[in-house]
C-alpha cells in the first residue's frame, strides 16, 4: 500500500470511530446503552444484524471457500438466507413481545435464576472466543495489506473497537454497522467489474475456471451439511443473545419481523457479489497456498483498484468484519450490567451502573484480544469458526428459543440437553478421534452438533405432555409444574404497534438518522473525490460516489429543509 493508501484508510477509520463516540453523550441509561431506547428503526436494526452476521469473517472464511471451492461458498451463505426469512416470520416476533432488555432476562422470568446462571456464564465463555474469532480476521487483512505484524494489527483494532463500544453503546454500534455496510457496498460494487476487466471479460472466467468450480456442492461441503449449517444457523440467528437485541431494540413485532426479512433478502442477493472477487482471484493466482488463500479477497483487491481506493475498501472490510465483535462486547456487557451484576449489590445509583456496563465492555474486549492472538495455534481462522458453530451453537441456543414457543420445558429438560449436547460435541472433536479413532468430517460433525439437541427436546417435549395429560386426568389434582412467562412481561398488542414513543426516544432516533446521513455523505465525498483522480476505473468510481451521495439525502431528506422552517417560524 503507498502512503495516499494509508491516509485514506486513517481518514475513514477516524470518521467511524468519531462518529461512534458522538453518542457518549447521548447514552445516559442502561436501556438507551443496551437497547437505544427500545424503538430503534427497524432497517437500521436489520442492516446492523446483516453486519454483525455477514461480516463474522466474511472476508477470510467465505474468501478462502470462494477461492478453493467456487460456487459452493455461494451455496453454503444462501441457507443463511432461509434461515433469516424462517427468523423474521417465526421467531424474531416472539423475541420482540417478550419485552426484555437481554435474552438471560427472558431465561431467568420463563426457566428460573438456575437456568439464568447456567446459560450466562456458558455465553460469557463462548462470547469471549467468539470475540476473539471475529476479531483475528481484521488482523489478518491488515497484516496481508500493510505488511504491519499480525500481533501489532491485533492490538491497534482491537483497543478502538473498545474505546467507541464502550463510550456510545447500542447505537454507536448500530451507526456503524450501517456505515460499514455503505462503504462495503460501495468497494464490491468497484471491485467486482474492475477485477473482471483485469481478466479480459466474463467469458474468459468462465473458460479459465476450473472444472468443478461451478458445483453447487462437494464432499466436503454436501447437502447434508448445507440442511444441517441451515438449521444451525436458524437457531443462531434467532437465538444467538447479541442478534436478539436486534429485535428487541425495535418497537413492534411488526418491525422485529421486518429486521429479519430484510437480513434474508440481503443474504439472498450479497453473497452472489461478494465471492465473485476471491474467485476471480483463482483464475489470476491458482496456484495459492491453502493457508494464503485467507487473504485471497485483499489480494485482488490490491490488484485491480487504483491508488487511494485500496485504504478505503481496507478500512471498509477491516470495520465490516469488526462489526462482529463490537456486537459481542455490547451485548456481553450488557448481560453482565443488567443481569449479573444485580445480584452481586442489589442498591446501585445510575452512575454506578453505566461505570460497570463501560468497564465491563472494555473487560470483555481484553478478553477477546487475547483469544485473537491465539487463534493461529487453534488451527486458523476456518477451523476455529465452523467447530465453534458445530459444537455449540444449536447446543446453546436452541433451548431458550424453543421456550419461547412451549410452555413444557422447565430448567431440568433445558439445562440437560445443553449439558449432554456440549458433551457429546466435544468428545466427538478432541476424544474420540484420540481413543477410538472415529472421526467425523465437516458435514457429520454439524449434523451431529444440530441433531442431538433437536432429538433430546423432543422427548423432553413428549415427556412433559404425557405427563401433563396424566396429571390432568380424573383424580389427579397437582398439576404438572411448568415454565410460564409472567403476563405482565409480555407486550400486549396495542403496546406492541404504539406509535408514541417518548421524546427522549425520537431524539435518539433522529440523532442515529443524522449522524449516518452525515457519514455517509463523507464517504460519498471521499469515494467520489478518488474517482476524480483514478489511473483506471474512473467511471465506475465516479458513479458508486455518487450513487452514495444520493443515499445521504435518501437516509435523512428534512435536515435542511427543518433548519430554514424553523428560523422563518
Not at 456458558?122 to 488482523?139: E, M, T
Amino acid at each position: 500500500m503507498t502512503s495516499f493508501d494509508v491516509s485514506i484508510a486513517i481518514t475513514f477509520a477516524l470518521l467511524v470511530v468519531l462518529l461512534g463516540l458522538s453518542f457518549g453523550k447521548k447514552e445516559g441509561s442502561v436501556s438507551s446503552f443496551f437497547a437505544a431506547g427500545g424503538a430503534v428503526p427497524w432497517w437500521i436494526s436489520g442492516l446492523s444484524l446483516f453486519m454483525s452476521f455477514f461480516s463474522v469473517g466474511t472476508f477470510v472464511v467465505w474468501g478462502s471457500i470462494a477461492y478453493k471451492t467456487g460456487l459452493v461458498s455461494v451455496t453454503i451463505q444462501t441457507t443463511m438466507s432461509l434461515a433469516g426469512l424462517a427468523v423474521g416470520y417465526f421467531i424474531a416476533p416472539k423475541w420482540n413481545r417478550t419485552n426484555v432488555l437481554t435474552a438471560a432476562e427472558f431465561i431467568s422470568t420463563k426457566l428460573g435464576h438456575a437456568s439464568q446462571k447456567f446459560y450466562t456464564y456458558l455465553f460469557f465463555i463462548i462470547s469471549i472466543f467468539s470475540g476473539g474469532a471475529f476479531l483475528y480476521p481484521v488482523g489478518k487483512m491488515i497484516e496481508v495489506t500493510t505488511g504491519i505484524p499480525l500481533v501489532s494489527a491485533i492490538l491497534f483494532l482491537g483497543v478502538l473497537i473498545i474505546a467507541y463500544t464502550a463510550v456510545g453503546g447500542l447505537w454507536a454500534v448500530l451507526v456503524t454497522d450501517v456505515l460499514q455496510f455503505i462503504v462495503l457496498m460501495a468497494a464490491v460494487s468497484i471491485i467486482v467489474p474492475l477485477a473482471f476487466e483485469e481478466i479480459g471479460g466474463v467469458g474468459m472466467f468462465i473458460a479459465n475456471a476450473p472444472s468443478d468450480f461451478f458445483q453447487v456442492t462437494n464432499a466436503e461441503y454436501d447437502w447434508l451439511f448445507m440442511a444441517a449449517f441451515g438449521f444451525y444457523n436458524m437457531v443462531f440467528i434467532g437465538g444467538s443473545w447479541a442478534y436478539v437485541q436486534r429485535y428487541t431494540s425495535v418497537k413492534s413485532e411488526k418491525d422485529a419481523k421486518k429486521v429479519g426479512y430484510l437480513f434474508g433478502v440481503l443474504y439472498l442477493i450479497a453473497p452472489i457479489i461478494w465471492m465473485l472477487p476471491p474467485m476471480v482471484y483463482r483464475i489470476i493466482s491458482p496456484d495459492t497456498a491453502s493457508t494464503d488463500a485467507e487473504g485471497a479477497y485483499l489480494q485482488i483487491s490490491k490488484l485491480v483498484v487504483p491508488n487511494g481506493l485500496m485504504g478505503l475498501i481496507l478500512g471498509a472490510m477491516v470495520f465490516a468484519t469488526a462489526s462482529s465483535v463490537n456486537t459481542t462486547l455490547n451485548i456481553a456487557a450488557g448481560v453482565f450490567t443488567n443481569d449479573i451484576y444485580p445480584q452481586i449489590k442489589r442498591k446501585r445509583s445510575a452512575f454506578e451502573t453505566m461505570w460497570v456496563a463501560r468497564t465491563s465492555t472494555v473487560f470483555f474486549g481484553v478478553l477477546s484480544i487475547v483469544i485473537a492472538l491465539c487463534v493461529s495455534s487453534m488451527g486458523g481462522i476456518v477451523e476455529v469458526a465452523f467447530s465453534l458453530a458445530a459444537i455449540t451453537g444449536v447446543a446453546l441456543f436452541l433451548p431458550p428459543v424453543w421456550t419461547l414457543f412451549s410452555d413444557n420445558q422447565t430448567q431440568l429438560s433445558v439445562i440437560s440437553t445443553s449439558v449432554i449436547s456440549l458433551s457429546i460435541n466435544v468428545a466427538f472433536k478432541f476424544f474420540i478421534p484420540e481413543l477410538l479413532g472415529i472421526s467425523l468430517d465437516r458435514s457429520s460433525e454439524m449434523f451431529v452438533g444440530v441433531i442431538v439437541p433437536i432429538f433430546l427436546l423432543a422427548i423432553w417435549e413428549l415427556y412433559y405432555r404425557f405427563l401433563s395429560n396424566t396429571h390432568n386426568a380424573p383424580g389427579n389434582k397437582q398439576p404438572v409444574q411448568r415454565a410460564g412467562f409472567s403476563p405482565s412481561n409480555v407486550k400486549t398488542p396495542e403496546a406492541t404497534h404504539s406509535n408514541d414513543l417518548p421524546p427522549s426516544t425520537n431524539d435518539a432516533n433522529e440523532q442515529g438518522k443524522k449522524i449516518i446521513a452525515i457519514g455517509i455523505g463523507g464517504i460519498g465525498l471521499i469515494i467520489f473525490g478518488l474517482g476524480l483522480q483514478a489511473d483506471k476505473g474512473q467511471n465506475t468510481i465516479l458513479l458508486v460516489g455518487t450513487f452514495v451521495l444520493a443515499l445521504c439525502i435518501t437516509v435523512y431528506p428534512k435536515t435542511l429543509f427543518n433548519q430554514r422552517k424553523d428560523t422563518h417560524v
